[in-house]
């Protein structure tokens, strides 16, 4: 077991055990890896107690020295990827250069967040009252919490961390209870290279709700981020409208991926297959429903069958291996529901569409479904799983219909060369994301997040940092 493996809360730069513990499984083969604490209630209130007294320091250290203690983890998540990865491998099942990829993605966020703690600005206001003079300064919000989903264990931690820290807030996270074993890593990792003691707060549970609930009702606690499903957003929503905390969502989505008639077909599929397969489908901009114009439809799935065929599946440990597991039962039980019920409701299975038995009970073979329409139930929710389900359109002014035709506006993607056609079409998407002839859209320089019912907020960029400072106005008078 790596020395990265840790199995205890922890807080104010303790490892804390508790009586009670839970099991972390290889979603590969039911295996169990080790057991960890199980936070409560009365951990997680001397978490945020440790987090504001952390915070009254960390606050006021200087931008120089946060930025750099920022860089000394960059570093330290890069030296140690390797090992991030298999352990990230083994709680959530994708493939190890996946996960190692993800790691250094994740690393990223925090090299990106160290460079803005030494770009918060403020401004001084042009002169209107010849007596006084008004500044503008940016303070970090205080005490933040962390909410975070199993999918990206490493990357969703730095992404809500980094710019906590940047801007000088303490934090408190709670891991997802399929794979907590990341983020006890990074908190190692940080500790290990001088971030104080109380700045970061990790607490894995098994009970969510009502941890969640303490973090977002608490007056300590100023600003809380969550990943996650849309309906476990709209509770936290009102539990910290309860003392009008600073929130920001990153929810669920039901990204289109539209094929045009005037796109390179080869490259599109190509950028289908890097977004959709991504972490087995199991992301919240995956391709969610792909829609081919009606004239290139036979050859576009032609050449996505073919694609999909090639891939391999198994263990994450293994070499040459594409995909690996879903995470557990649910989420194979989910995207069997849905391919079955589209078939029985007329569409088409042109690969896949069946449990691997062979490989494990969580291994889902990589799935085309053709002839779906708007009406059925693999359109309407969002899929999470390695099935790509395909349908048509005619006009372009149907295409962008049915894209928006949803409650969800997180991605969004399209394929297609007319110069005035991708600005009508990246300018018609109700989307806080577009991609055009491109798969991937994520990056730490990028703006993350989404409209309508995927969320509010953004995660990185120069944006991302906003979300954990406060404006305050300085108006001096008297100076004449």
């Known amino acids: 077991m790596s020395s990265l493996t840790k199995q205890d809360c922890f807080i104010e730069g303790h490892w804390v055990p508790t009586e009670k513990r839970f099991a972390v499984t290889n979603p590969a083969n039911g295996e169990v890896i080790t057991e960890v604490a199980d936070a409560d209630g009365d951990l997680t209130q001397r978490a945020i107690n440790a987090a504001e007294t952390a915070l009254a320091k960390w606050r006021t250290t200087s931008t120089q020295e946060r930025a750099a203690l920022l860089r000394k983890w960059h570093q330290a998540i890069i030296d140690n990827k390797q090992a991030l990865g298999e352990l990230m491998s083994a709680e959530q099942g994708k493939p190890v ?3 190692v990829g993800e790691v250094e993605y994740g690393a990223s966020f925090v090299d990106w967040f160290a460079g803005e703690a030494e770009r918060i600005n403020g401004d001084i206001l042009p002169i209107t009252d010849n007596s006084k003079r008004v500044m503008v300064i940016k303070q970090p919000v205080g005490v933040c919490a962390a909410i975070t989903p199993w999918n990206f264990p490493n990357a969703m931690i ?3 961390v980094a710019p906590a820290l940047a801007a000088g807030c303490t934090i408190v996270v709670k891991p997802p209870q399929l794979t907590p074993l990341s983020s006890l890593a990074l908190a190692q990792l940080a500790s290990e290279v001088g971030i104080p003691d109380g700045v970061i707060n990790i607490l894995p549970t098994t009970d969510s709700k009502t941890v969640g609930e303490i973090l977002a009702t608490s007056k300590q606690v100023r600003k809380l981020s969550f990943t996650g499903s849309t309906g476990v957003g ?3 929503m009102k539990q ?3 003392n009008i905390k600073k929130i920001s969502l990153e929810l669920g989505g039901n990204a289109p991926f539209i094929v045009f008639d005037d796109a390179d077909l080869d490259e599109a599929a190509e950028q289908l297959m890097a977004c959709k397969f991504r972490n087995g489908g199991q992301t919240c901009i995956s ?3 792909v829609l081919v114009q009606d004239s290139v439809k036979d050859e576009f799935v032609k050449k996505i069958v073919a694609k999909v065929k ?5 263990p ?10 879903l995470i557990d039962q649910d989420a194979v039980d989910k995207v069997q529901r849905l391919v079955i019920s589209a078939k029985s409701d007329g569409a088409t299975i042109e690969a896949g569409g069946s449990v691997m038995t062979e490989l494990g009970d969580l291994f889902y073979a990589p799935t085309v479904v053709s002839g779906v329409t708007q009406e059925m139930d693999i359109t309407q929710e969002e899929i999470f799983g390695p099935v790509i389900a395909i349908s048509t359109f005619e006009t372009e002014e149907e295409a962008v219909q049915q894209a928006n035709d949803t409650p969800f506006g997180l991605a969004s993607y399209f394929a297609a060369k007319d110069t005035a056609r991708i600005f009508r079409v ?5 989307y806080g994301m577009v991609g055009v002839n491109t798969g991937g859209i994520s990056h730490a320089y990028n703006p993350f997040g989404g409209i309508k019912e995927s969320g509010i907020g953004r995660e990185g960029s120069k944006y991302g940092i906003d979300e954990y400072l406060e404006i305050k106005t300085i108006t001096l008078g008297g100076l004449e």
């Open 97 to 99: 250069a996946e996960a």
């Open 158 to 160: 730095t992404r809500k």
């Open 234 to 236: 709209k509770i936290l």
């Open 240 to 242: 910290c409208a309860e």
């Open 287 to 289: 391709a969610n429903r």
């Open 310 to 314: 090639a891939l391999n599946v198994g």
């Open 316 to 325: 994450g440990d293994k070499e040459n291996v594409d995909l690996g597991p």
């Open 426 to 430: 990246s300018e018609g998407l109700e």
